[in-house]
């Protein structure tokens, strides 16, 4: 029986091989992935459950080592194994596999959730060295990508098979070569079988214009992932990553107004960081915060067993309770895995963290406000930075509340939970934060902090189980299918459109004029919450289907509502129509349960 893995899920793995050991000591376990072929020696000798370790890529070594007997286990490359007598022994790595020796997948015999976006492996390795990754080891720094023929020809096949409309193509630079992306582009536009397709791919944030912008979204790219990592120019070359800042936030820029989403990923506590190189990084971070269709993330380093930071540090990790999102592990730790973690950190150093310059605390606040603040208050933390002008006046203020009212460590669960909520909330109305408000701009905060209050209270009404009893719209609609909105409706001293174009300006929201508007709070199917302005026929809609209405009510309603707008040519029965169907289809009305009396 073999495993993949990852260090997120290493503890687990390791256990589940334990057990499996004792219910069945007749089957053979072996390990393989990055994580284990980066600590194999190390995991040999403290897990004799494991059988063996065939490290890196395995498409030539595997048929090898199932060969059972005709090959010696010292002959077959990159296999860590034990001898009789119980040393460990580790082969000489395996040579990186040829592109026309990879394995696609049997993705015949899946038998999860289907598969959307369907994955394809558009080649390995990274050439760069950047000193916190251990991918680049992994693949012995041997970079290979599939040509544009070949991953067109790839998913024409798989379409015969599958029914998919998105595919993201794995591979850590998968546009390395500017030319072949550019060739590619245009190949899967020409294909009839590629061309209705969306793709995703990783991208190195250089050399990105506005021509190519716009090549990857007419071709159907619809998002990208991007390291940015800091925002500090001396901070890129001490870790190895060497981007220009100022090319990379270009690039990202042309993403955005092309319409290529971007999530552009961030870490902060590198030893060397200082606060200038995270203010910097800040600065980087805020800007990408503004962009339409940009999601920049925030980790904390975790010293990845392989990487070069590792073995810098390996002699002085901690452990604590906040765990780089690299581990996943927001709802905390399993009591077992834990023990298992501070047992062998040389095997899961994954979840420590290195000295740095910056206090842990620091980093730690830093990344849990910007994770989860961005999480269920983002245009409150845009807000935010434009009242004190700039992101790092932001999280010092945060922080210096926190510090100031908080004296228990904030692990990764307390910004996942109810806690951090309420403590945000707490800071927002606190003299730490207003004390740093410009005077003529406190009038505008205070009708938008109340405007928050709102939000957030009607935010809790609904995770409290309101709208519990109305769902997304699914099959035909008749006259007689209750409708109600999905969320509550709150009051707003400003129109958020008005706000967001002005913030996009860079003119200050603070300074809008007010008057009466209404936004609705909603949850999405996925967990997100939508915060959106009604404009007044959204708003007349949301009133004609009340507390549920049948659909039928809910239209002879809005016919007679003044606010239905007269077009020419199109009767007000048709435009009522189409106007619910809207909110149907944003998810913003919904259908209540068959159960609830009909109006």
């Not at 791919?201 to 090549?215: E, G, H, I, T, Y």
């Not at 740095?356 to 983002?378: M, N, S």
């Amino acid at each position: 029986v073999g495993f993949s893995t990852i260090c997120s899920s290493y503890p687990l793995t390791l256990s589940t091989v334990e057990i499996l050991a004792k219910l069945r000591p007749d089957l053979t376990l072996i390990l393989g992935g990055p994580q284990a072929t980066a600590t194999a020696v190390e995991t040999m000798a403290a897990f004799p459950s494991v059988d063996a370790i065939l490290g890196g890529e395995v498409e030539l070594s595997l048929p090898e080592f199932l060969a059972a007997g005709s090959v010696s286990p010292g002959e077959i490359p990159g296999l860590c194994w034990r001898d009789d007598s119980g040393d460990v022994h580790l082969n000489p790595a395996a040579p990186p596999v040829e592109l026309e020796d990879f394995v696609s997948p049997a993705l015949d015999l899946w038998d999860g959730p289907r598969l959307e976006p369907i994955p394809i492996e558009a080649g390995r390795g990274c050439p760069f060295r950047c000193r916190f990754c251990s991918t680049s080891g992994f693949f012995q720094r041997r970079f290979r990508l599939k040509s544009p023929k070949q991953l067109v020809e790839e998913v024409t096949a798989l379409r015969k098979e599958h029914s998919f409309k998105k595919v993201e193509f794995i591979h850590d630079n998968f546009g390395a070569n500017r030319k072949q992306l550019r060739q590619f582009c245009r190949l899967w536009t020409e294909s009839k079988a590629t061309t209705d397709l969306q793709w995703s791919c990783s991208l190195r944030p250089s050399k990105v214009d506005s021509a190519l912008a716009r090549l990857l979204k007419e071709s159907g790219c619809h998002s990208v992932f991007v390291g940015l990592e800091t925002g500090s120019e001396r901070l890129q070359k001490v870790i190895g990553k060497d981007l220009d800042v100022a090319e990379a936030l270009e690039a990202i820029e042309e993403l955005s107004a092309a319409g290529v989403a971007a999530s552009v990923s961030f870490i902060v506590g590198f030893p060397e960081e200082t606060a200038q190189d995270l203010e910097e990084t800040l600065d980087a971070y805020s800007r990408c915060m503004e962009l339409p269709g940009v999601s920049p993330q925030m980790q904390v380093l975790s010293p990845l067993p392989g990487s070069s930071y590792h073995a810098q540090c390996r002699e002085h990790l901690a452990l604590d309770s906040h765990y780089s999102s690299m581990v996943h592990q927001s709802g905390g730790l399993p009591e077992e895995n834990l023990e298992q973690i501070q047992r062998y950190p040389e095997i899961h150093s994954a979840f420590y963290a290195v000295p740095t310059q910056i206090p842990r605390l620091e980093l730690v606040l830093v990344q849990g406000f910007l994770k989860y603040g961005r999480r269920d208050f983002a245009l409150w933390v845009r807000l935010m930075v434009h009242a004190l002008g700039s992101l790092n006046a932001v999280v010092d203020s945060w922080s210096n509340w926190w510090r100031q009212h908080r004296n228990s460590a904030p692990g990764e669960h307390y910004f996942a939970g109810k806690e951090f909520r309420s403590d945000f909330l707490e800071w927002m109305d606190s003299s730490e934060l207003t004390n740093r408000i410009a005077p003529e701009r406190l009038d505008g905060f205070s009708k938008l902090n109340a405007l928050f209050r709102s939000v957030r209270n009607a935010q809790e009404a609904l995770r409290g189980g309101q709208c519990s009893r109305i769902s997304v719209a699914s099959g035909e609609l008749t006259g007689e299918t209750v409708i109600a909105c999905m969320g509550m409706v709150v009051p707003s001293p400003f129109h958020l459109g008005a706000l967001l174009a002005m913030m996009q300006r860079g003119e200050d929201p603070f300074l809008a004029p007010s008057s009466v508007h209404h936004v609705v709070v909603a949850r999405q199917p996925r967990g997100e919450w939508l915060i959106e302005q009604l404009e007044p026929l959204a708003l007349a809609c949301l009133e004609a289907a009340g507390a549920g209405n049948s659909v039928a009510t809910t239209l002879g309603k809005l016919v007679a509502d003044p606010r239905l707008p007269a077009i020419e040519g199109v009767s007000s029965q048709d435009v009522a129509i189409y106007s619910v169907q809207r909110l149907l289809q944003r998810q913003i009305l919904g259908q209540k349960e068959p159960s609830t009396s009909v109006k």
